[in-house]
């Protein structure tokens, strides 16, 4: 209880300190009725979700990241102008101080708000905030295929121009648009890949938070067949069960869910690719994060049936299951697929020119293409989205790459 009061608290002030930039702007008062009116909601809003709101577990419910989400929103938007206000309020501060102390009249008195500060202040915060409001409207359905052509020297030669489509962390339980979905599904099928490898995450929590979306799924088809392995959402491990048994039933009840979609799950395990006389060995491991994250993953276990010599494609959910083991693995993986984080969903991003999210500062390899001795990774930014439930900057990404054969010079 007491911390529902110290939040109220602290955001009722935030609130009316934004008030104050308000009213210095404009004298029409049903600007700032319009705006204690958006606050409260968002406030009530949030304390009913998660007080008295359902779903428990450390993921949030469709009506709980909603909630978060516009909290967030108002928070940034009020952060943002009070950091203008505060430092005008300093300076009022000091000048009244000054007149006191040395002024004719030895009084003190504040100066007036200056209204052109209050407009930029406001002008500034409406950026971030209607960029947020964005990415919880459109942004988390803006899907984008990205592609890239990667070059080997060993690469089996009937395999020169092979086609990978890579998606990762559905994260099902989070989907609110059925048409957006269909629009991404079908976005992925037009790509007419060789193969299709999913990366993770299927569910937030459950199983059934699939069920709505399995048939959708099952349509995505590529002509070598597709291919998954879990994400640490799959394993249930964020939500309390009555028992351990039901826990374990969901799990299985997911591994057969996605076979009846056509994927075949790799569990610690590899499948060969083939054409002709040549084959690609595809290796695929359960989750393997660092910190607390689940280590379900046995690289070795996962490779012990196939040759030092053979050109590999590992699919492992976390890029620091790479980063850690990976790359320091007596075989040589020249490819390795990845997902988990996102991207944070929250970023900028320009081509050629910037790639920034706040996540850099927990994984290195976070977004995108990178290579570390003579071997390579992909970090997809995921296909849903979890807790706020929106994207900036970073968009719901598809993975297309074409294997290339390196031209002898």
Request: aromatic content about 16%.
């Amino acid at each position: 209880m007491i911390r529902w009061v110290l939040f109220v608290i602290g955001y009722v002030a935030l609130s009316f300190y934004v008030l104050q930039a308000l009213k210095t702007i404009t004298k029409q008062p049903w600007w700032s009725w319009i705006y204690i009116a958006i606050s409260m909601v968002v406030m009530i809003n949030f304390i009913y979700q998660f007080s008295i709101g359902e779903e428990t577990g450390r993921v949030l419910s469709i009506p709980k990241s909603y909630a978060f989400g516009f909290l967030l929103t108002m928070l940034t938007f009020n952060i943002i102008t009070i950091l203008f206000l505060f430092s005008e309020d300093m300076y009022r501060l000091i000048s009244g101080l000054y007149q006191k102390l040395f002024g004719e009249e030895k009084q003190f008195g504040l100066p007036a708000r200056r209204r052109f500060l209050s407009l930029i202040a406001l002008g500034i915060a409406a950026v971030p905030f209607g960029a947020l409001l964005y990415g919880m409207y459109k942004g988390k359905y803006n899907f984008k295929v990205l592609k890239y052509d990667l070059e080997f020297d060993d690469l089996p030669d009937s395999f020169d121009g092979y086609q990978i489509t890579q998606i990762s962390d559905i994260h099902s339980g989070s989907f609110d648009d059925r048409k957006m979905i269909e629009y991404g599904v079908n976005l992925i099928n037009k790509q007419k890949s060789d193969v299709l490898l999913f990366t993770g995450d299927m569910v937030n929590n459950m199983t059934s938070e699939m069920l709505p979306w399995a048939d959708l799924f099952s349509t995505l088809e590529a002509k070598d067949g597709k291919f998954s392995v879990l994400g640490n959402h799959d394993y249930g491990d964020y939500i309390p069960w009555d028992t351990e048994e039901l826990k374990h039933q969901n799990l299985e009840d997911l591994k057969t869910l996605q076979k009846e979609m056509g994927f075949d799950l790799l569990l610690n395990e590899h499948r060969y690719l083939q054409k002709g006389d040549d084959k690609i060995a595809l290796v695929g491991v359960e989750n393997w994060g660092k910190g607390g994250f689940k280590k379900a993953g046995d690289l070795k276990k996962a490779a012990s049936k196939i040759n030092a010599d053979d050109f590999k494609i590992l699919m492992s959910h976390d890029p620091s299951h790479w980063e850690m083991e990976v790359i320091q693995d007596a075989y040589h993986y020249h490819l390795t697929l990845s997902g988990h984080t996102h991207g944070m969903q929250f970023g900028i991003e320009i081509p050629g020119w910037i790639k920034w999210s706040p996540v850099k500062w927990r994984y290195p390899y976070w977004a995108g293409i990178y290579k570390e001795m003579g071997q390579f990774i992909n970090v997809n930014r995921g296909f849903g989205f979890l807790g706020y439930p929106g994207r900036v900057g970073i968009w719901p990404e598809i993975t297309v790459i074409t294997l290339k054969k390196k031209a002898l010079t």
